[in-house]
């Protein structure tokens, strides 16, 4: 009691009346219940992933496709081979259209368009873009590429939807990311006399890389848990295929499949795969945290 | 010489993004054009607000589907905007420096996880845990409307409004946490200058300061849990009547177009073109609403010092990460 900082406490306690304090102690006490609240799904959902999902897993239920049977006991159910398989090859593809159409029109906005009622109006719709639900994404494609070629569903459509989904998160990150670049790093290379585009290759883009990895991964990670745009593009089927065009089995679809089989070996089949779609999404947001923490800029 | 791969580069940019503009007005028009024979059948208005949706008559009233997904996503902002206003308020006034980055991190590996995935969680532990308590719940307030009396079914809409209440759960969290984290140092201190307690702080202070931008976030959550598709279509029940009770089966205009657009031929496909385009424009005047309050706090809060700034030039990359349906 003799120490100058114990009495200031003892006066500040004196001050606040006994209701007050109970106030107090009760909106905290609620603030941190509602904490601990938000975070007990998440320790449901990893302990179920986990004690299902790990059952399900072995050897075989990586190398084989799903074989569509469930309705007779000695028949094998197969695993996720397809599915595995077909989720990166649909993910890489749509990553590869959208990741530069993505980094292009941010530089644009950046570098060109600034503040001009032009690049004020591609915001707002990449703005739109980010509000459309994913759902959504698959009708269009379907309208255009299924209904508006006569054609029927295959891998690179569902690509084509995903990368959709992408752009918008790809462009916000990347702009992000390049406004935070020091103007002055630019002025320096134009007034050593490079021209625009030099400056942009040589100088922007490199600085802005590690930044735009980290918003590219989180874009990818997104894009892979989606089931929505895939169900009237890609659509699903059993076969293993490396050829875009045709049907294209992925995780996410097999897993909604799944879950509607009466059959309980094919549901433990779905936990097995949700598992192994988590996990692979975790690595990527994993990977794009240790790269945002290297980063220099973000 | 110079000049001219610096024009083609500058060109070529501009098209590239005049053409994502174009990209999306010509998807706009085809989806209305594919939409035209159900609205032509039953009137803008009557397909939106007519209650019934009756595949075989080929009838098709979406007003089922609509408040459906009005109850599920409001429920969702119901139970997940508190709980998700009170993390982002502990983490950025209450809790430790030393767990303060664990929380965030942990919250923000809830929109990790895929939609088919909350979906399988819910249909086949949380429903069924939770059964037994919503017919209690049921009985208890028998003599409310819509809440009370019934038999529970294990896909129901509360279910469903719950799910999506995990899965707004971290982009209001974020959105919250940014704005609170330009609270100004000043307003805080002056109100624990005069003798407030952390809470009254918090009352006094911050959260009046925040209104606009927690509201904002609410409102991207809301259009988030509109267009949510997968998690819902795997617990609400599927079934297109209006519905008469919070732990009964429902749809929702997402659930219908996932559910029944592969078998869907002729007019029954046109009808669900529409539903998707009801769902288009819902989400489009919600998220607009919602980007305008996130931007007016963000502007409002531009001065003074604080923890934080908000990023120049747009949200941050969270934020635009975690704003994506």
């Not at chain 1, 790990?54 to 190398?63: C, I, Q, V, Y």
């Not at chain 1, 159409?101 to 591609?122: D, K, M, P, Q």
């Not at chain 1, 494609?141 to 998160?169: D, Q, R």
């Not at chain 1, 585009?197 to 997104?222: C, D, E, N």
């Amino acid at each position: 009691m003799s120490t100058p900082g114990s009495e200031a406490q003892r006066l500040a306690r004196f001050n606040v009346s006994p209701a007050r304090r109970r106030k107090d102690k009760i909106a905290r006490a609620t603030i941190l219940a509602g904490t601990v609240l938000a975070l007990i799904p998440l320790v449901l959902i990893v302990y179920y992933l986990l004690h299902k999902g790990l059952g399900a897993w072995s050897w075989s239920f990586f190398t084989t496709d799903p074989t569509g049977q469930s309705f007779f006991k000695n028949q094998s159910i197969g695993g996720i081979k397809s599915a595995i398989l077909g989720t990166i090859e649909i993910v890489a593809l749509a990553s590869v259209i959208a990741i530069p159409i993505g980094i292009g029109v941010a530089i644009w906005l950046v570098e060109y368009g600034r503040a001009s009622w032009f690049a004020n109006t591609v915001r707002f719709f990449v703005d739109v873009l980010t509000g459309v639900p994913s759902i959504v994404f698959g009708l269009f494609i379907y309208i255009v590429l299924i209904v508006g070629t006569g054609s029927t569903y295959a891998g690179y459509k569902g690509s084509l939807a995903l990368s959709l989904l992408m752009l918008p998160v790809v462009i916000r990150s990347a702009e992000v990311i390049l406004l935070l670049i020091p103007g002055a790093l630019r002025e320096s290379a134009l007034a050593l006399g490079a021209p625009r585009w030099k400056v942009i290759f040589s100088i922007v883009l490199p600085t802005a890389l590690p930044g735009m990895v980290t918003g590219v991964l989180l874009a990818i990670a997104r894009a892979a848990g989606e089931t929505a745009p895939l169900l009237f593009t890609a659509a699903a089927t059993h076969e293993t295929t490396f050829d875009l065009g045709k049907f294209m089995n992925s995780l996410p679809v097999q897993i909604y499949n799944d879950v509607t089989s009466p059959t309980t070996a094919v549901v433990n089949r779905a936990w097995g795969a949700a598992l192994a779609l988590v996990v692979m999404i975790l690595l990527l947001n994993l990977i794009a945290r240790l790269v945002s923490r290297r980063s220099r800029l973000a | 010489m110079a000049r001219l791969p610096d024009r083609a580069l500058k060109y070529g940019l501009t098209i590239l993004a005049g053409l994502i503009l174009a990209l999306i007005v010509y998807f706009f028009i085809r989806l209305v054009g594919q939409a035209k024979p159900a609205f032509a059948k039953e009137g803008v208005l009557g397909f939106t607000f007519d209650n019934d949706w009756n595949v075989s008559a080929n009838h098709f009233g979406a007003l089922p589907l609509v408040v459906g997904t009005l109850i599920t996503s409001g429920l969702a902002l119901l139970i997940g905007v508190p709980v998700a206003v009170a993390t982002a308020i502990y983490v950025t006034e209450l809790c430790p420096l030393r767990v303060r980055t664990p929380v965030t991190v942990l919250i923000e590996l809830l929109a990790a996880v895929p939609s088919v995935v909350y979906g399988l969680w819910a249909i086949f532990f949380l429903a069924p845990k939770l059964q037994g308590v919503e017919q209690w719940f049921a009985k208890l307030l028998s003599f409310l409307p819509f809440i009370g009396g019934g038999l529970v079914t294990i896909p129901n809409i509360f279910i469903a409004g719950l799910v999506l209440a995990i899965m707004i759960l971290p982009i209001v969290s974020a959105i919250s946490r940014e704005v609170m984290a330009t609270v100004p140092l000043d307003h805080k201190e002056a109100a624990l200058g005069l003798g407030a307690t952390r809470w009254e702080m918090i009352r006094i202070a911050v959260l009046p300061y925040c209104r606009a931008g927690i509201v904002g976030g609410a409102m991207l959550g809301l259009g988030r849990a509109i267009g949510e598709t997968i998690a819902v279509t795997i617990v609400i029940g599927d079934s297109p009547q209006l519905p008469h009770q919070l732990f009964g089966q429902g749809y929702s205009l997402a659930a219908v177009i996932a559910n029944e657009f592969g078998e869907a031929t002729g007019l029954h496909r046109s009808a669900l073109f529409a539903a998707g385009l009801v769902l288009f424009v819902l989400t489009l005047l919600v998220n607009g609403v919602a980007r305008l309050l996130v931007l007016r706090a963000a502007r409002a809060n531009g001065g003074g010092r604080s923890n934080r700034q908000i990023a120049p030039g747009g949200p941050g990359l969270d934020e635009a990460v975690a704003a994506t349906p």
